[in-house]
């Protein structure tokens, strides 16, 4: 099992680029989050999808939109990618919310200059 | 605003040593409590859960809950310089999971 797939793992990208950040997960998981991690600051939750069909915001969504594309796959997009979105961003899967044990993809680097 | 405080640390321990880490949060309703292990560079892996007061044992780790004092805290027996890393707290919380900073933990050797 692959578990978590989240693609790329390093991206730079020029002030107002776009981009889509992938992830897929094949443990048949419903609940899947995009969070990012800043130094000091700790996980900060972007959106999150319950289950397939739909998502909601989470503490830091402004700048960011997602697509539950189907149960396997959550995408996050940058439309116009500011300096303040330099971050690590990690996908995480849980198989539903009344399960907590949370497992992530390796990680997307992305420097925004 | 749920919150989950915890030093940030580091925290040096010297190997063999017993490395002792905290964690508060502010949400009374809380009913599951977590401690992740993250390498640098790598993404946060699940070591621990515990769900009632009280203390759980794994191997070399042990969670300690007290609902009442709304703190929770992970001790790391014997330790090893593989247990370098920063150690994440996670409450779940209306159905998230809300997150501390972090600590970080240097084992000697």
């Known amino acids: 099992n692959a578990g978590v797939t989240q693609t790329p793992k390093f991206q730079v990208l020029k002030t107002g680029q776009s981009m889509t950040l992938q992830c897929a997960q094949d443990m048949n998981h419903n609940s899947m989050y995009w969070y990012r991690q800043d130094p000091g600051m700790g996980l900060r939750l972007i959106y999150y999808?319950?289950?397939?069909?739909?998502?909601d915001k989470g503490e830091v969504p402004n700048g960011y939109n997602v697509s539950r594309l189907n149960k396997r796959e959550f995408s996050l997009r940058l439309e116009s990618a500011a300096p303040s979105q330099t971050s690590v961003y990690f996908c995480?899967?849980?198989?539903?919310?009344?399960?907590?044990?949370?497992?992530f993809g390796q990680g997307t680097r992305l420097t925004v200059v | 605003q749920k919150e989950v405080e915890q030093n940030s640390g580091p925290l040096s321990v010297p190997e063999g040593a017993i490395a002792s880490l905290n964690c508060t949060y502010s949400?009374?309703?809380?009913?599951?409590f977590f401690w992740y292990r993250q390498y640098s560079g790598k993404s946060p892996e699940l070591i621990m859960s515990?769900?009632s007061n009280g203390d759980k044992e794994d191997g070399r780790f042990t969670a300690q809950l007290n609902k009442a004092s709304q703190y929770v805290s992970l001790l790391i027996r014997d330790s090893q310089p593989s247990d370098s890393a920063t150690y994440l707290c996670?409450?779940?919380?209306?159905?998230?999971?809300?997150w501390g900073a972090g600590t970080k933990l240097i084992i000697k050797p």
């Open positions: 949400d009374r309703g809380s009913q599951s």
């Open positions: 995480a899967s849980i198989m539903d919310t009344m399960n907590t044990e949370a497992f």
């Open positions: 999808s319950a289950s397939e069909g739909t998502t």
């Open positions: 515990i769900y």
């Open positions: 996670a409450v779940k919380s209306n159905y998230q999971l809300i």
